[in-house]
């Protein structure tokens, strides 16, 4: 081939490659406006900036995305079309049409305006935060926050009301209205006409101090009915300032609180742990039933859009929020308990008598619904102890050793020795107080809580049938729904531990609402499972996650609670009130009083440190009463259960 023709054929090659570059240029970009336009519609209903028509596609994708991250969360972009293509003074724009939507579907439409720019034969766009909402400045973006409904009602049986949203007056101090040497002279007045308000000057004097400028400090928020009363004692004294809100409120002060929980506004904390879940605006429940359904009392996730920055030049501000559609806010939905107004004013009032922290719990046992449930600090608010404490149960759990051992063919006429102490397994056991009964009945042992015969028969039962008692009494069912805890009794056969645990001790933890459950089983004469929570939203709860709240859930298949076995405890309990350790409740009014007192090791401390039960019914109605660091069952817990009762009857 002659050297011309070399060159005229490479000169070809080329301009085949170069019609080849163009027909591929011809499938990639558009030639014509519709088509561009069309093309960046569909990019940016699919949310993905993937075709060639944009300028700089990665910045971009990046400001698409930056632009609109806070919608993510609750509203979904729908769709964008075309609606139009206009022309005037050289710039061609096309007419974008947006629709969003929220959780149930409602919609958020309007239109935008984007650039778009002819390049030789093909277009291109340019997006620009005006092209996604023409309220959007340079550098600003959506913002979201929470705009919710009614949040809805806590109820109690007969549909009572136990919680809902009150007024309340917020009591604060303004820094730039008090002057230092009134700051006694205003701690004193709150102090006086607020009852239980014990704040301190220092630390009073301190927070003003730290305010940032017109910062509001905060001192105690009251009921607007308590507000009310104290108005006039308060309201003139210096720097105060009074502001109204809602809060979600118990129907009395302090009434199953702890139990019921709370709820209030979302912390930039909560914000920030919940990667998205929250925003600004939530109210979110953070104890008790009120975080545990707080899905379904908040209600749906209603939001109002705002455009954050300036919408009126391209300064890029941060602060300013621009409204930019509400969607529809609605109401939470009630939470229906079993809780009764008066047998949790009992319990409330029972409780408070404590000395010490303390927890009441009651269950009628004919249907297992929870009654009351009652936590009471004198430091301070209490937790839910009630439902959620985890504490050695100590000689209450005679109710289900002594099950076992009926099982196991003991007979409560049949003699079991009472010593001063036992030794098994190289520990040495012994009775509170030293008490010897010698050898008496086991109905006798019972009635007088001697741990040395409940020791000393602990090789007549297995680990597993301890357990397997326990859950025939309903100790170790699942409360994981309501968000409690039951009780956990290990199935270890080692004989030390065996040996404390037929006592209560050992590994064997319990929670005031599992104690309740077992005896209220025992009255029934069958396995009683607690409802504290019912209707639609207890199944909700239970189709979730779930999972075994204490005990290991292996105790599934242990045998139905023999009735002629519980009838044997319950008379033996019986004698307990009768002539055994818990004869204070002899004169309790009603039908007869039927329990078991107990006294529980816990710590480090010698001679150790011990929590007061006390386990009981009377009639259709069963409680465990729980007192801290109370030491013996029968002089701390049964006091509690004798107001109980009294207050019941």
Known sequence: MSKKSRVWLAVALVLVLLAGAGVFALFRLPMTKSSAAKAAAHDLAEEQLSS????????????????????????????????????????????????????????WEYSSQLPLEKNGLFWWADLTEKAIHPKLGKGGSFALRANPGGRGKILGADDEV????????????????????????????????????????????????????????????????????????????????????????TRSRGSAQATLGSAGPASADDIEKSKGEIIAGDIVGRTGLQKTFNS???????????????????????????????????????LE??????????????????????????????????????NHDPGGAAWDRALSGQYAPGSVFKIASGLALLDA?????????????????????????????????FAEDFAHSCNTAFVSSGDKVSGSELADAAAQLGMLGDASAIGAKM?????????????????????????PLAVA???ASVEAGETVTPQLVVGEALDEAKSGDGGQAAGDGSHDDAPALDADAAKEISDMMRAVVTEGTATDLKDVPGDPVHGKTG?????????????????????????????????????????????????VN
């Open 162 to 249: 136990l919680m809902e949203e009150g007024k309340v007056v917020d009591i604060g101090v303004h820094p730039n209205r008090l002057e230092p040497d009134t700051i006694g002279r205003l701690v004193s007045g709150l102090n006086d006409g607020v009852d239980s308000l014990d704040l301190d000057a220092d630390d009073l004097e301190k927070s003003v101090d730290d305010a940032e400028g017109n910062q509001l400090v905060p001192v105690v928020t009251l009921r607007e009915d308590d507000y009310k009363e104290v108005k006039s004692a308060i309201h003139d004294l210096p720097g105060i300032l009074f502001t109204e809100d809602t809060q979600t409120l």
């Open 337 to 374: 308990t079993t809780l009764d107004v008066d047998i949790q004013a009992a319990a409330d009032k029972a409780a408070a008598t404590a000395k010490k922290p303390a927890a009441v719990v009651a269950i009628r046992p004919s249907d297992g619904h929870v009654l009351a449930v009652a």
């Open 296 to 334: 379904r009392l908040a209600g749906p996730d209603s939001v109002e859009v705002f455009a954050k920055g300036d919408a009126t030049d391209d300064n890029g501000g941060k602060t300013k929020l621009t409204s930019l559609h509400a969607f529809e806010s609605k109401d939470g939905e009630d």
């Open 599 to 647: 006294t529980a090791e816990y710590g480090n401390d010698s001679p150790p440190r011990t929590h007061s039960w006390f386990a009981g019914f009377q009639g259709d109605l069963a409680v465990a009463v729980l007192v801290e660091d109370g030491g013996f069952g029968a002089e701390a817990a049964v006091p509690v259960a004798h107001e109980f009762f009294d207050n």
């Open 52 to 107: 060639d028509i944009w300028h700089e596609k990665d910045l971009a994708q990046g400001l698409f995305d930056r632009v609109t991250k806070a919608l993510g969360t609750r509203v979904d972009l729908r769709s964008v079309t075309v609606d139009d293509i206009t022309e005037a003074d050289g710039r061609t724009v096309a007419t974008l049409d947006w629709t969003w939507a929220n959780y149930d579907g409602e919609s």
């Open 487 to 511: 009780a956990s009794v290990s199935a270890d056969d080692d004989e030390v531990t065996h040996a404390a645990q037929m006592i209560g001790q050992g590994k064997v933890q319990s929670s």
């Open 409 to 441: 063919g003991v007979s409560p006429d049949d003699d079991i020795d009472c010593p001063k102490t036992v030794n098994v397994g190289g520990k040495s056991f012994k009775n509170a107080e030293d008490e010897v009964l010698g050898s008496v009945s």
């Open 517 to 519: 459950t077992m005896t």
